[in-house]
């Protein structure tokens, strides 16, 4: 149980692909598992109802000290012993609202894709992998969401991180976002301060745009900065543009970023925005839960 608990805290400690065919990572069977009588027994012991009952519950906590959202668990398990092992068939989460290291989601759906899992902990330190193991999921953002994203610090900070200045004098400084979804366009708009608008006071910088996915991430597309700016080549500031996208950061689980969070789809629809991707641990992975 421990096994799932670890994992699962990092995996959503981190912040797919429908499109492409994860299921040739999975294990072939046969599966190497206790056959169908034990099976049997554990259910007619009610092992496997307890033993799945205090792991889902205790995933449950553990997602919501990680998150600080509520999940609902469902684990299907193999059997007694074989949950013991880690191994289990499939793994389902779901969350209606999500708040966590400043990305705000209304709904969230997640579940293992292969039929066959397995997570293994040595030493009670670190989490083996014998398997590739992966998560499909969904997600929506609705309008409300997106505006408490631009809005929190995560996003403020990496806002000051783009601004530049020399001693007392401001090169470059964006602040004061406002966002929201609207006829199924992002609406941003912000405060800019440089030099080159040739005046010391702010100016107000709009962006409307659809979203689109490139190499797992969003980014903007199909984009406009507002008539006064219509003369501007705007695939040449398209990667300038994309620095003040709220929803594309570093996606990764693990440090060296083999372990990965992929979006594979994302569109705008009835004002809210839906995607959907894969998580993925690859196989024969460690992670140090230390």
């Known amino acids: 149980?421990?096994?799932?608990?670890?994992?699962?805290?990092?995996?959503?400690?981190?912040?797919?692909?429908?499109a492409v065919d994860y299921s040739s990572m999975c294990m072939s069977e046969p599966y190497p598992v206790s056959g169908a009588f034990p099976h049997f027994m554990s259910n007619a012991s009610g092992m496997n109802f307890l033993l799945t009952q205090v792991a889902e519950s205790q995933v449950q906590k553990s997602l919501k000290k990680q998150t600080n959202s509520k999940f609902k668990v469902q684990i299907e398990p193999f059997g007694a012993k074989n949950f013991i092992d880690g191994k289990f068939k499939s793994m389902t989460l779901n969350s209606k609202s999500i708040s966590t290291d400043g990305v705000y989601i209304s709904d969230f759906n997640a579940k293992t894709l292969?039929?066959?899992?397995?997570?293994?902990?040595?030493?009670?330190?670190?989490?083996?992998?014998?398997?590739n193991l992966i998560l499909n999921y969904s997600a929506v953002m609705t309008s409300d969401d997106f505006k408490k994203t631009v809005l929190s610090s995560s996003y403020i900070n990496m806002l000051n991180k783009l601004n530049i200045s020399i001693g007392n004098t401001v090169l470059f400084k964006v602040?004061?976002?406002?966002?929201?979804?609207?006829?199924?366009?992002?609406?941003?708009?912000?405060?800019?301060?440089?030099?080159?608008?040739?005046?010391?006071?702010?100016?107000?910088?709009?962006?409307?745009?659809?979203?689109?996915?490139?190499?797992?991430?969003?980014?903007?597309?199909?984009?406009?900065?507002?008539?006064?700016?219509?003369?501007?080549?705007m695939e040449k500031i398209l990667p300038l543009v994309n620095k003040l996208n709220p929803l594309s950061y570093d996606m990764n689980v693990t440090n060296d970023a083999k372990g990965t969070v992929k979006v594979s789809n994302v569109k705008i629809d009835n004002d809210r925005i839906v995607m959907d991707g894969v998580f993925i641990i690859p196989k024969n992975y460690v992670i140090n839960s230390k």
């Not at 899992?117 to 330190?125: D, L, M, W």
């Open 175 to 233: 602040y004061d976002p406002t966002a929201k979804i609207s006829n199924n366009k992002i609406n941003m708009s912000f405060k800019v301060i440089t030099p080159m608008l040739f005046t010391s006071s702010a100016s107000t910088f709009t962006l409307n745009s659809s979203l689109g996915v490139k190499d797992g991430q969003i980014v903007f597309s199909d984009f406009d900065l507002g008539s006064s700016n219509s003369k501007l080549n």
């Open 114 to 131: 292969c039929d066959y899992n397995q997570v293994v902990i040595k030493n009670k330190k670190e989490m083996y992998f014998p398997t």
């Open 1 to 18: 149980m421990k096994k799932l608990i670890i994992f699962l805290a990092l995996i959503m400690g981190a912040q797919g692909a429908f």
